[in-house]
């Protein structure tokens, strides 16, 4: 009798693969739209901040006015778009966006500079924050060690004691010493993947089969409720392990993203991960009578799954009432663990709660799916 049903379980997971080469569009979402992702995450969706435009009004018209406009220019971070010599026009060309901050140097400022009591005024564009934000910072850094090497200077040239206060940095940023956001998004991109395509797939598979009577005709055959299940979820979830070996692949050999720690449980967690998907595609479609349907479900969910799990918005920075939603988010726990795990070399000993919760999550949501699924089944 077990033999009879490994031997139905066989047969229709034959007849889905078969199904799955045939429909194009679904290869296309399991195998094409991963790699989109990656490219997009990857080079389009960057975090960093360079060659950021810049507007500066030169009012002193002076050698060391000449010298910062210098400085900044040679920096890295900006690029100075245009010059004016009237503080008036950096409000008309942020406006206009062709700048996004601005410098005015005021007249006097080689006077004032001499005395240690020049000032600078940076005129940001905040619409967007992320940029304004670091943008100005660096300036504003900028300009503070220019001042301080003039100061230095001029006192040295006039053999007065240099007396400035002794207060030296030195930053060590560990993890990602080149601060690369790449290294930060691509690896999330694998629970995005994970979770758009194995539990897209999975609901979509299954309301076809309901919106054209075939599961119908399928259930009225000798194949039980559990080897029906079954035969759906095997295929998938081979899908979903070619596309967590794809995504891994160009994570490390394209991107060239470290893995720091263990891959087993790197490899683990994924599949734990996978198990939430799949449950959370077979509850989409219990609600849903048309592919139509689970597609506008699936996206009603994946949209606060993405931004409320710190995919790209740290966690800590959303408002109070919003991060206790976050741990209703299972993606949430994933990318906390794909995230340490390559660039920290953590181990479960510091992960061990993340992998907890996630577990709790993927069971609960995968049990959940199943049996209101065998329910509709019979």
């Keep these: 009798m077990q033999r009879d049903g490994s031997v139905r379980v066989k047969s229709l997971v034959q007849k889905e693969f078969r199904q799955f080469r045939r429909d194009r569009r679904m ?37 060391a006015s000449r010298r910062l406009v ?29 700048a996004e901050i601005g410098v005015h140097i005021p007249h006097g400022f080689a006077r004032e500079q001499r005395t240690g009591g020049a000032v600078v005024q940076l005129l940001v564009d905040g619409s967007d ?26 006192r040295q040239r006039s ?10 940095v030195q ?3 560990l993890y990602n010493p080149s601060l690369e956001s790449v ?8 629970g995005v993947v994970l ?9 979509l598979a299954v309301v076809r089969e309901r919106e054209t009577g075939t599961l119908e005709q399928i259930m009225v055959t000798p194949l039980r409720a559990w080897e029906l299940l079954m035969g759906k979820l095997i295929p998938f979830t081979v899908v979903g392990c070619l596309d967590l070996a794809l995504v891994l692949s160009v994570v490390l050999f394209w991107f060239r993203v470290p893995l720091r720690g263990s891959l087993l449980l790197l490899i683990g967690s994924s599949l734990l991960f996978l198990l939430s998907t799949l449950g959370l595609g077979l509850l989409v479609s219990t609600v849903s009578r048309t592919q139509q349907q689970a597609l506008f479900t699936m996206f009603l969910i994946l949209m606060p799954s993405i931004l409320l799990s710190g995919f790209v918005f740290p966690i800590a920075n959303m408002p109070p009432p919003i991060q206790p939603l976050t741990y ?4 949430r726990y994933f990318l906390v663990i794909v995230r340490s795990v390559m660039l920290k070399g953590s181990g479960l000993a510091a992960l061990w709660p993340q992998v907890l919760a996630l577990a709790a999550w993927s069971l609960g949501l995968f049990a959940a799916g199943t049996a209101r699924f065998r329910k509709r089944l019979q």
């Design 129 to 154: 924050s992320n940029s304004a934000g670091i943008g100005a910072g660096y300036l504003a850094g900028l300009i503070s060690r220019h001042a301080a090497q003039a100061l230095t200077e001029r």
């Design 27 to 63: 290869v296309m979402m399991a195998i094409v739209a991963p790699l989109i992702q990656l490219t997009m995450f990857g080079y389009a969706v960057n975090l960093d901040v360079k060659d950021l435009p810049v507007a500066i009004a030169d009012e002193d018209h002076s050698a």
């Design 195 to 203: 979770l758009v395509v194995a539990g897209t797939l999975t609901a």
């Design 159 to 168: 053999g007065a004691p240099v007396r400035l206060p002794r207060l030296e």
């Design 328 to 331: 209703l988010i299972p993606l």
């Design 171 to 173: 930053p060590r940023v």
């Design 183 to 190: 290294f930060y998004m691509v690896p999330a991109v694998l």
């Design 70 to 98: 210098a400085e900044v220019a040679a920096s890295r971070f900006f690029v100075v778009q245009r010059m004016t010599e009237r503080s008036s026009d950096l409000i008309g060309l942020l406006d206009r966006g062709e």
